[in-house]
């Protein structure tokens, strides 16, 4: 439960490195993308992803990803639905569900501090304190009870996000 944390760690998502296809880019020496095709929570995906070039002063050439959403010069691309850069993954949790799941969370801390319950859902519920109705108690653990529901729901569908 403490695990429920509103920064998702980026080692959760499954990635695709440009070093893992060194030794195919190298031998086809002119390849401009990577076709990928896999299932991903049930859903198929197949494209491509394009690829960029670039020659560094030491010799040679040096492959990249191009993000598939913002077009960036990437050596990392991260899975969500669609493999998207690192920046893609932040600005997808940052606006579409950062912002909503702390509003839940601080909300349920509102209720939970009313409650006298220690704050963070991951601590459970508590009792009903001395002197409040029990109506008022019932009121207060219904929503909190759907704010904790909410969180939960949307902490499961954050990888569905695709930016
Ligand atoms: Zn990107």
């Known amino acids: ?3 429920l944390a509103t920064t998702s760690s ?8 440009i070093a893992q296809y060194r030794d195919q880019l190298r031998q086809s020496g ?3 993308s990577i076709d990928l095709a896999y299932s991903y929570r049930g859903k198929a995906y197949r494209y ?6 670039t020659a560094p002063h030491y010799g040679g050439s040096r492959y990249w990803f191009r993000c598939p959403s913002c077009s960036n010069r ?13 920046g893609c993954i932040g ?11 702390d509003r839940l969370f601080s909300r349920a801390d509102t209720i939970r501090q009313r409650l ?5 859902i991951a601590h459970g519920s508590g009792t009903k304190p001395k ?31 695709t930016h």
């Open 131 to 161: 002197g409040m109705h029990s109506k008022t108690f019932d009121r207060l653990v219904n929503e909190h009870d759907r704010l904790t529901a909410k969180i939960w729901q949307q902490t499961l569908d954050k990888l569905g996000c």
């Open 116 to 120: 006298g319950w220690q704050s963070g």
């Open 10 to 17: 980026l080692s959760n998502y499954p990635r695709l490195t």
């Open 74 to 86: 990437v050596a990392v691309l991260y899975c969500a639905g669609t493999y998207v850069c690192r």
């Open 1 to 3: 439960m403490a695990a």
């Open 48 to 53: 491509s992803i394009e690829l960029s070039k």
């Open 91 to 101: 600005a997808c949790y940052g606006s579409q569900l950062q912002q909503p799941i």
């Open 30 to 32: 002119t390849a401009s």
